[in-house]
């Protein structure tokens, strides 16, 4: 039962690069999510879907897109890497009434 | 705009003890999630609220929820070393999937 499958672990990036992080989840919930997380702050809400197809932004999605065209896959496109983009990055999945499944998070370092 | 705030941010407390951890919401919700997170790791789900006057306990960890007055607590019983961690709490505003994080409570249990 693997639960939430992010990738990588880590990352390094120059800036003006762009990657992909991967997130995948096992447990057909129709709610995902993409968080970043920096000191002090608490966790922040990139983007968010309530089904395949429907996306939508959250509190700080400038320089993320997202796309959900399975049930199971939620990847985060960071389109040209800036330093502020330096964070833990968690993604998560759940179904009503119950909590956020999280991944293990990647560890970003934009240079 | 929705702010979650938490207090303490940072709790050094003695085993043995007893202390509460506070968690105000700025906005109407009804659910609200409290999570843990070891260094390095993580979230962990420990608590879901789910309507006013909810209470739920695990070990020496107990959870209350008081929507009217926009009031989550989390309160510690004898305190031992092994609850050392942050704890954050979530509030839905919302789907499912999107949360609003306190900044979390570094809590530091000493022998």
């Known amino acids: 039962n693997a639960g939430v499958t992010q990738t990588p672990k880590f990352q390094v990036l120059k800036t003006g690069q762009s990657m992909t992080l991967q997130c995948a989840q096992d447990m057909n919930h129709e709610y995902m999510s993409w968080y970043r997380q920096d000191p002090g702050m608490g966790l922040r809400l990139i983007h968010y879907s309530v089904g395949a197809g429907i996306t939508d932004q959250g509190e700080v999605p400038n320089g993320y897109n997202v796309s959900r065209s399975t049930t199971e896959d939620f990847p985060l496109r960071l389109l040209s890497a800036a330093p502020s983009q330096t964070s833990v990055y968690f993604c998560a999945s759940t179904t009503w009434g119950a909590p956020l499944h999280f991944g293990n998070g990647t560890r970003l370092t934009v240079t | 705009e929705l702010k979650v705030e938490q207090n303490p941010l940072f709790l050094s407390m003695q085993e043995g003890k007893n202390y509460t951890i506070y968690c105000n919401y700025s906005?109407?919700?009804?659910?609200l999630y409290w999570y843990r997170q070891d260094p390095g790791k993580s979230l962990e789900s420990l608590f879901v609220l789910l309507s006013n006057g909810a209470v739920k306990q695990e070990g020496r960890l107990m959870a209350s929820l008081d929507t009217k007055a926009r009031l989550s607590t989390l309160h510690i019983t004898a305190a031992v070393h092994d609850l050392s961690a942050t704890y954050f709490c979530a509030v839905v505003t919302g789907t499912a999937s999107k949360l609003t994080f306190g900044t979390g409570t570094r809590l530091q249990v000493t022998l």
């Open positions: 906005t109407t919700s009804d659910r």
